[in-house]
């Protein structure tokens, strides 16, 4: 069967200089596949691979993980980020045992049906895990192929990710596909880099138009940069005098959904207002103060968030009845998804507790 120069170049490359070692290649199965897939969704690999490794080993398989409880899975998720991809993790491990059988679909479509699991999370999946010649188009990828074909435009934008699918899918062989989509990602990950691309080390430099132009600078093309809007909040840090700190639940959807954090109001609540919200009487606050304030950046704005340690002669009790209030024990940690300013904070919760 007659394979392209551009996916026979690559695909040698691969067999000499593509990574092997990966935790998740050893064994390839599709629960592992998935699990590393949407993992390294817009993170390093450096990152992941610890990530990947203690998720392993707490849910071996995907009647582990969907048996768990979400606070169990966002437990190992806190300093990923993103979180919701580990909600949808756990809403498909939950369909695909329920649904499928405990099986993946070895179908693009049908997996690309799933939460969380885009077009290019699924060709990644069916070509590695099935060896199905599917397409992917992640972030590395784009950039190999807008380089090599010259594509204008911003990826993102419809017009321009249109060419790049049409570039990926006529790149893709029908035999190892598999090994030929783990390639792509890796040239775009240790070649084909955002800035100073190895280009002599590139195997499909030689038809590259981009470099031909000396013009990979110029692809892909950056999307216009627009100035994050700034927002502001206050955490409080409600601690008790055995130094455990009240924590909230968020809902499901939005900022840190369904994550544990202090209770984080607008800039301008104030601890009157707080006391207020749980019924905590004035006097039973021994002591408050005003933490340094720090910057929190989300993908679409920046949060400045200003701690506010609230210290209370006694717990009140009533907290324990409700659902979506925890009193947090630093020294004895629930297993608990926390966000990344409470994962931050809640460290140093022993440390700033009166004695």
Not at 51 to 65: G, I
Not at 135 to 144: E, F, Q, S
Not at 191 to 197: A, E, I
């Amino acid at each position: 069967m007659t394979v392209d120069w551009f996916a026979h170049r690559v695909l040698q490359w691969f067999d000499s200089h593509g990574r092997k070692d990966l935790p998740w290649q050893h064994p390839i199965d599709p629960y592992r596949v998935w699990v590393s897939e949407i993992m390294l969704q817009q993170t390093q690999v450096s990152t992941v691979i610890p990530y990947f490794q203690r998720f392993m080993a707490r849910f071996p398989d995907v009647a582990s993980l969907a048996a768990a409880e979400l606070d169990d899975v966002l437990h190992l998720w806190t300093g990923l980020g993103y979180y919701a991809r580990g909600r949808n993790l756990h809403r498909t491990a939950r369909l695909i045992a329920a649904e499928h059988g405990g099986r993946f679909p070895d179908d693009p479509a049908a997996l690309a049906g799933l939460p969380g699991i885009g077009p290019s999370t699924a060709g990644a999946i069916a070509a590695i895990a099935f060896g199905r010649p599917a397409a992917i188009l992640d972030g590395n990828v784009k950039r190999v192929l807008a380089r090599f074909h010259a594509v204008d435009g911003y990826p993102g934008d419809s017009g321009p990710l249109k060419v790049l699918w049409q570039h990926a899918q006529a790149h893709t062989p029908a035999e190892r596909p598999g090994d030929y989509a783990q390639a792509m990602m890796d040239l775009g990950a240790t070649v084909c880099t955002r800035s100073r691309p190895q280009c002599a080390a590139c195997p499909v430099a030689a038809r590259c138009a981009a470099h031909r132009r000396g013009a990979t600078d110029r692809y892909p093309v950056r999307k216009a940069r627009a100035d994050k809007p700034l927002r502001a909040a206050r955490l409080f840090l409600v601690i008790d005098p055995h130094g455990r700190c009240l924590l909230e639940h968020r809902p499901p959807t939005g900022v840190w959904g369904g994550l544990w954090t202090p209770p984080q109001r607008n800039s301008d609540a104030t601890l009157a207002d707080l006391c207020g919200e749980f019924d905590i009487p004035a006097g039973d606050v021994a002591e408050s103060r005003s933490g340094t304030a720090f910057r929190h950046t989300f993908t679409h704005f920046h949060l400045d968030l200003e701690p506010v340690y609230v210290h209370l002669r006694r717990a009140p009790g009533h907290v324990a009845d409700r659902a979506d209030i925890c009193w947090y024990d630093a020294a004895e940690p629930p297993n608990l998804g926390l966000s990344a300013p409470a994962a931050r904070l809640l460290k140093d919760i022993i440390r700033d507790t009166p004695h």
